[in-house]
């Protein structure tokens, strides 16, 4: 194997017009891949400090190189003759993926990494097991290619199969026997699913009967198939599913159940400082959360992005305050445009107001002076008081009913932004797949005189009039798309119409 004693000359390579080709991308970027992946440590921490502080452009270059020639491989079905050489191809990817990180924010946009071929060429279900698998092993030379290893490189969709692929698994097994969720995914054929949790419930108090079936539960019970069953009807239904998640969670974060906190527009919620109930409300909503993400539906989370950070392990920044309280985040960038006299002239403390309460930010301090040199380090402890601090009981409850459903290191695949659109739903609508995936009752089908003319004059709306003819029907103004094993498109139960 070539050594390379001057590993600069990596940067001058990678921007070169030839290796962007898919005729290089064997003979050249591969082993190009080989060399940077057996790097020693010294050279190593070298490239990453240059790739750290390339431009934009050039990094892009130096990503596509790898990219285009993970791509190429895979497009020619290559991922089992070249396997170790597509494993360094994704860890020479890890390592830009790595540098794009810049302070709170991205160079190159993560959406960038994709490789839309993992979507054809890549059989997730036993990627899945192999991850599971080799998680629990030395890594050697024998380690296979796994993607999920390197789940930046994922498209949204096939992050989300994922998810579905792995509860599945789990509601066919569950924590029953060791290595059971890697046979679940294996041989799902031959494997009985366990027994539903039901939610026999009262339309009239969802909240109160959902949170006493949730309290007395099993924490196991949370992972299996969901059954919900209202006492005026016969049997359990998807349906019924759908309508408990939607009724539910406007119940939920109402003013009225007093859980939350609005801002000054009342169009978003956080968690308050001071809870008027008690901090277990909040893990059985984090359960809940948990349980419609197992489970595939999309439900109203008027959270700001902020939510969401926090569930992959993302710090809060400015930017969360900015979408939550804007006119507070524009005072504050105004201050730091301030010279030390206007600062002064302000006077401003770290006393501040937050939830309806006044706190000091700094306790060994109080009224603490804002000055020239200490600005920003008022507007990081009030960024961290209002998102963190302040809610450190009551979002940590949140967070350990959401993850006794749903598995951490599958949540972790997902960006922060990624995990609010599987969530709570994208606005990328697709009507024709709108159209194909309504499913018809009764009398109904798809060439019945009815049906025919409704999808003309629905055709015919504008696009604000399908929007809100969805919410109509659905609840949401948001679609979400599920995929589940097997390759075949199912809509996802938050975007279905039923007729």
């Not at 995914?185 to 026999?200: E, M, V, Y």
């Not at 003819?469 to 390759?487: A, H, Y």
Request: charged share 25%; net charge negative.
């Amino acid at each position: 194997m070539m050594t390379l004693k001057s590993p600069e000359i990596l940067l001058i390579l990678l921007t070169c017009p030839l290796f962007q080709e898919d005729s290089s991308a064997i003979n050249q970027s591969l082993p190009l891949a080989i060399i940077i992946g057996t790097l020693k440590e010294r050279p190593l921490a070298a490239l990453r400090g240059w790739w750290s502080s390339v431009s934009p452009s050039i990094l892009m270059k130096h990503i596509m190189v790898f990219k285009n020639a993970l791509a190429f491989m895979l497009k020619n079905c290559l991922l089992k003759t070249h396997n170790p050489g597509i494993r360094y191809l994704m860890k020479a990817l890890k390592l830009l993926y790595r540098a794009n990180r810049a302070g709170n924010s991205y160079k190159v946009p993560l959406s960038k990494f994709y490789v839309e071929e993992i979507r054809d060429s890549v059989q997730l279900d036993e990627d899945i097991c192999q991850w599971l698998i080799y998680s629990k092993l030395e890594d050697d030379e024998n380690t296979p290619a796994i993607f999920c290893r390197f789940p930046f490189l994922l498209p949204l969709d096939c992050k989300a199969r994922v998810l579905i692929i792995h509860s599945i698994a789990m509601k066919k097994m569950g924590h029953i026997i060791d290595g059971g969720v890697e046979d679940a995914l294996r041989n799902p054929q031959n494997i009985a699913s366990l027994t539903p949790f039901q939610l026999t419930l009262r339309r009239t108090h969802l909240v109160e009967d959902t949170f006493r079936h949730l309290a007395a539960a099993d924490h196991c019970a949370f992972k299996r198939d969901l059954l919900v069953q209202f006492v005026d009807e016969r049997k359990g239904t998807d349906i019924n599913q759908r309508e408990l998640f939607l009724h539910l969670f406007d119940e939920l974060i109402a003013p009225k159940s007093e859980m939350f906190m609005s801002n000054e527009s009342e169009t978003q919620i956080w968690f308050p400082p001071r809870p008027k109930v008690e901090e277990k409300r909040y893990f059985l909503f984090g359960v809940l959360c948990g349980m419609a993400l197992y489970n595939y539906n999309i439900v109203h989370l008027p959270f700001p992005l902020v939510l969401f950070k926090k569930l992959v392990g993302v710090k809060p920044s400015m930017d969360d305050m900015k979408e939550f309280k804007p006119v507070m985040a524009e005072s504050w960038r105004c201050l730091m445009d301030y010279t030390p006299d206007e600062v002064k002239d302000k006077n401003i403390t770290f006393k501040v107001i937050w939830g309806g309460e006044q706190v000091e930010l700094d306790p060994k301090e109080a009224g603490k002076p804002v000055t020239g040199s200490n600005k920003k380090e008022f507007v990081d402890a009030f960024i961290n008081y209002a998102f963190t601090k302040s809610v450190q009981g009551v979002f940590g409850e949140f967070r350990r009913g959401f993850f006794k459903v749903c598995d951490m290191d599958v949540v972790d695949f997902f960006q922060p932004e990624e995990l609010q659109a599987v969530m709570v739903g994208q606005e990328n609508y697709d009507w024709q797949v709108f159209k194909q995936n309504t499913v018809y009752e009764g009398e109904y089908h798809e060439e019945h005189p009815t049906i025919i003319t409704f999808w003309e004059v629905f055709e015919k709306l504008t696009a604000e009039d399908k929007k809100k003819f969805l919410l109509f029907l659905t609840g949401f103004d948001r679609i979400s798309f599920q995929e589940v094993p097997g390759g075949e498109d199912h809509a996802d139960q938050a975007s279905s119409g039923h007729s």
